[in-house]
């Protein structure tokens, strides 16, 4: 099946320690993007990538990283340096952005950052 | 930046009812996208509008793209339980890298 995935679904991290969160997708799709969510809120934009090896900040960048190294994943490492980190992790993509259709997110599960 | 203000917040209807929502922006849209959330999952995409005017149905639900290309509107006909979620919208502007999304609208319905 074609999709989006992500994990784990829960993720548990210690005060100081840096995790890194999976996103896979094998609908041969350009673009990948990182969500952050947080109780009773909307999406707020972490990191994009529009191609292979390259990546932008989106609006809530600090404390992230990325990488983008293989079309089909684009992981996401939650530094020390993020002091509430504690969310709902979101990855999308899409096909090709900036034709039409084309920027058409599609989401993953999700996974579920808890500080210790 | 760019905003959408989507509303309601939340909605609470009786099963069977129908149920509008809406999104609106001061700023011009290319696409704007419906998605639903289920709790603890990812937003799952209801419908994606991509012409000003445009009217789509994906079973009872129906989406408009505003003709001033400012709004969109999500309306449920006879609702179901399985519609309780949260409701996003999602635009485009021209030019733009990102989608912007609304905050949510929170559908709760009693039996």
């Known amino acids: 099946d074609g999709g989006i995935t992500q994990s784990p679904k829960y993720l548990f991290r210690k005060e100081g320690q840096n995790v890194t969160l999976s996103c896979e997708q094998n609908l041969n799709h350009d673009a990948m993007y990182w969500y952050r969510q947080d109780p009773g809120q909307g999406l707020r934009l972490i990191y994009y990538s529009q191609i292979v090896n390259d990546f932008q900040k989106g ?17 996401l490492t939650v530094t020390s340096a993020q002091k509430n ?11 090709h952005p900036g034709q039409t259709a084309g920027e058409t ?3 993953g599960p999700g996974t579920r950052l808890l500080v210790l | ?12 209807i009786q099963e069977g009812e129908d149920v509008s929502m809406n999104c609106t ?16 999952e990812g937003p ?37 339980p399985s519609d309780v979620g949260i409701y996003f919208c999602a635009g485009l502007t021209q030019g733009a890298q990102k989608l912007v999304f609304g905050q949510g609208t929170r559908l709760t319905i009693n039996p």
């Not at chain 2, 930046?1 to 609470?12: I, R, T």
């Not at chain 2, 290319?30 to 639903?36: E, Q």
């Open chain 2, 1 to 12: 930046g760019q905003q959408l203000n989507q509303s309601p917040q939340s909605m609470f």
């Open chain 2, 44 to 80: 799952v995409l209801l419908i994606a509008l991509y012409k000003a005017g445009e009217l789509t149905s994906n079973g009872r639900l129906t989406a408009q793209f505003g003709i001033t290309r400012k709004d969109s509107f999500l309306n449920i006909s006879a609702s179901i």
């Open chain 1, 105 to 107: 997110q599609y989401f």
């Open chain 1, 59 to 75: 609006d809530i960048a600090e404390g992230y990283s990325v990488s983008r190294e293989k079309k089909e994943s684009f992981p």
């Open chain 2, 25 to 40: 922006s001061s700023s011009i849209f290319n696409t704007w996208l419906w998605y639903k959330q289920d709790p603890g």
């Open chain 1, 85 to 95: 980190p504690t969310a709902f992790y979101l990855c999308a993509s899409s096909d």
